[in-house]
């Protein structure tokens, strides 16, 4: 068990090149399990969540060996088609497999996932989609049983709402389905495009990835392929505001300001400067932030809901008062009261938080409540006065890779500690530039 510590107060500043996408390398990596053959991915982060793919991955029987960020599949010899409860609970997108094991075997037996707090999560609609192609699913003893019927056949799927994972788990399995499948009103994450492009390098005949309207031909077998994942716009939007919160000037490279497009323009309204030059953007922060009019979540293109607890800390310094709308998750405040701690003033009611920007945060204990919002409390410590110790870092390993090497690279001022062992802590001191 360990905690980040953080002395608040240095002006990040520097360049750093940007990780690969979590939300794209873990959907990708469950579509290897298609693919009878050899796969390797490169860009792949080194993540509890990639970790924990891999472990299910292997559970399945497949081969996979990791060199630095590359890992290669190798799904030829794929014996099981279950993925056993504890595993599914350990992560949101070991749902995504259901699509790629059922097309690869024809059945498939999970339970429902695990994965951040952030709302109900249901998975009706993933269920609804496999059942839209022929799939006959059972739901009993907190299992469930997904079995072809006579033959995985294409249709027209109809999203009530362009969710992610259901969306993915339509594309794996009309892939392999006989015939065509059109996917209306689906997800158009640039996660949902780099899937695409993955598979139709495998063989796969899809069209119209980042639309709301997906079709998919289907096709009798993929072979392997390499490809390399995207660069993780939320980790961006991450050190872009680590930047902006502490009066920095950052530059990332390789972030794909396409991706940020719903991003860049509110960290201009907080009075941030924004340079692009090709795929890389500098943010130069100014003397003081500026309150943010609203910030609304919305499916992509709009603006992304696991970048609104990171906003959250940026607004709660800005001169102003600032309204969040979270439209997606049902329950994404609870960074929230972590913030008030440290001398933030927010009110959040339902899917609403007011907030009135203070002059300054102060360092406390807090505790991260799941990936984002643990995040969001980093880059709190990283402009209050004093110390910070934020616990449960197994939350923010889920989706950063080396941050605290990454934030001190920046001129941040953190360090992991040891905290198993309340009495003894032992400190495992990363570079602290004096
Ligand atoms: C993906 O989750 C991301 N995770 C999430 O990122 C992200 O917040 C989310 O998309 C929205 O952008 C990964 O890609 C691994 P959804 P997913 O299905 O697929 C409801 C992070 O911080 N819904 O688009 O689970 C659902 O309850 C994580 O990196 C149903 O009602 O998101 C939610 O309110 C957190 N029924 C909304 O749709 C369903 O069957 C969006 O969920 C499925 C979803």
């Known amino acids: 068990m360990s905690a980040f510590v953080i002395n608040g107060g240095r002006r990040l500043s520097g360049s750093l090149r940007v990780q690969g996408s979590k939300n794209s390398v873990l959907p990708i990596l469950a579509a290897t399990v298609l693919i009878s053959g050899k796969c390797t991915i490169h860009n792949c982060p080194r993540l509890s969540d990639t970790e924990c793919t891999i472990k299910i991955l292997r559970s399945l029987g497949c081969k996979v060996y990791r060199d630095g960020n590359s890992v290669t599949v190798d799904s030829t010899s794929i014996s099981s088609s279950e993925i056993s409860e504890e595993l599914m609970r350990e992560m949101r997108s070991s749902v995504v497999f259901l699509g790629a094991i059922i097309g690869r075997i024809g059945e498939a037996m999970v339970s429902a996932p695990g994965g ?11 269920l609804y989609a496999v059942r839209k192609l022929g799939v006959d699913v059972e739901e009993g003893y907190g299992r469930i049983y997904c079995k072809v019927k006579n033959k995985l056949k294409g249709n027209k799927i109809t999203f009530s709402f362009p969710s992610v994972g259901a969306t993915e788990n339509a594309i794996l399995l009309s892939a392999t389905a006989k015939g065509s499948t059109t996917i209306v009103n689906a997800a158009r994450e640039p996660e949902i495009i780099d899937l695409c492009d993955f598979l139709n390098s495998c063989g796969a005949k899809i069209s119209g990835a980042g639309e709301s309207i997906i079709t998919v031909e289907g096709v009798e077998k993929l072979s392997g392929c390499d490809h390399t994942v995207i ?16 009066g920095g000037d950052v530059e990332l490279i390789s972030a794909n300001p396409n991706h940020l497009n719903s991003v860049l323009p509110l960290l201009e309204e907080s009075g941030c400067d924004i340079r692009i030059r090709c795929k890389d953007v500098r943010l130069k922060a100014p003397m003081r932030l500026r309150r943010i009019d609203k910030i609304v979540t919305q499916p992509f293109p709009g603006f992304p809901t696991d970048a609104q607890a990171l906003f959250t800390t940026l607004v709660s310094i800005a001169d102003g008062t600032s309204v969040i709308v979270e439209n997606i998750f049902e329950s994404r405040f609870k960074h929230v009261p972590e913030l008030v701690r440290m001398g933030a003033r927010i009110r959040a009611e339902g899917r609403v938080a007011v907030v009135d920007g203070v002059d300054r945060l102060y360092g406390a204990e807090v505790f991260s409540p799941d990936l984002r919002g643990g995040a969001a409390l980093v880059l709190a410590g990283l402009c209050a006065n004093g110390v910070t110790k934020v616990r449960n870092t197994e939350y923010i390993d889920r989706g950063y890779e080396d941050f605290t090497d990454n934030l001190c690279m920046l001129n941040g001022d953190i360090i992991r500690k040891d905290i198993s062992d309340g009495r003894a802590e032992k400190k495992e001191v990363k570079t602290r530039r004096n």
């Open 231 to 246: 660069c993780d716009r939320i980790v961006s939007a991450t050190y872009l505001i680590a930047a902006a919160v502490t």
């Open 116 to 126: 951040c707090e952030i709302g109900l999560r249901p998975i009706d609609l993933h």
